[in-house]
T-cell receptor, first 114, second 117 residues
Framework: GEDVEQSLFLSVREGDSSVINCTYT??????LYWYKQEPGAGLQLLTY?????DMKQDQRLTVLLNKKDKHLSLRIADTQTGDSAIYFC??????????????FGTGTQLKVEL | DTAVSQTPKYLVTQMGNDKSIKCEQN?????MYWYKQDSKKFLKIMFS???????INETVPNRFSPKSPDKAHLNLHINSLELGDSAVYFC????????????????FGEGSWLTVV
């Protein structure tokens, strides 16, 4: 079955880099995602990476994937107070009857301090 | 315009009651979902419908019954509410059942906060 784990909390100072880690178990995952949830809001897609890639960069965001260890990380450069939120990693798994579903991690609460 | 809208946003009700949460999407998507986020922020899929057909039904008590009158709506009805049902319920939609980017982004609603007392 699918299982996605994340550390629960991360606190950084404004301007520093944040690194949020995630481990997953489904080796057949084709895509892995990072979502952001601000207080009182739904989930917003931040970025994603295809499973045959090691790294993807998108402005301040860098995604690293170690497929052998089933480890995914999200690095946020120059972290700002507006980055304070819960970050979820998710993996895309295939359903037996066709189609797929996303399995989300436990979420990491990022707190950015001045 | 809100792409995926849920009502009500907040709901406080007593144990044993029956309640519904409504969801509508104006994106023309074929697939809709219900996710549950508990107090520890764990987010789990409950149901998924594709063109009004149930395609995902995770281990959810049968007190929860999704209803899809058309592909733009997926309502969640909960019978005999229990304290453990207190959570945030998110509705979402995507173009097709092969959910997830690229090409098939899942859009989430803003959530419905259910508190059972």
């Amino acid at each position: 079955g699918e299982d996605v784990e994340q550390s629960l909390f991360l606190s950084v100072r404004e301007g520093d880099s944040s690194v949020i880690n995630c481990t997953y178990t489904d080796s057949s995952s084709t895509y892995l995602y990072w979502y952001k949830q601000e207080p009182g809001a739904g989930l917003q897609l931040l970025t994603y990476i295809f499973s045959n890639m090691d790294m993807k960069q998108d402005q301040r965001l860098t995604v690293l994937l170690n497929k052998k260890d089933k480890h995914l990380s999200l690095r946020i450069a120059d972290t700002q107070t507006g980055d304070s939120a819960i970050y979820f990693c998710a993996e895309r798994g295939i359903l037996t009857g066709g189609g797929n579903k996303l399995t989300f991690g436990t979420g990491t609460q990022l707190k950015v301090e001045l | 315009d809100t792409a995926v809208s849920q009502t009500p946003k907040y709901l406080v009700t007593q144990m044993g009651n029956d309640k519904s949460i409504k969801c509508e999407q104006n994106l023309g998507h074929d697939t809709m979902y219900w996710y549950k986020q508990d107090s520890k922020k764990f987010l789990k899929i409950m149901f998924s419908y594709n063109n009004k057909e149930l395609i995902i039904n995770e281990t959810v008590p049968n007190r929860f019954s999704p209803k899809s009158p058309d592909k733009a709506h997926l309502n969640l009805h909960i019978n005999s509410l229990e304290l453990g049902d207190s959570a945030v319920y998110f509705c979402a939609s995507s173009q097709g059942r092969w959910a997830g980017p690229p090409g098939n982004t899942i859009y989430f609603g803003e959530g419905s906060w259910l508190t059972v007392v």
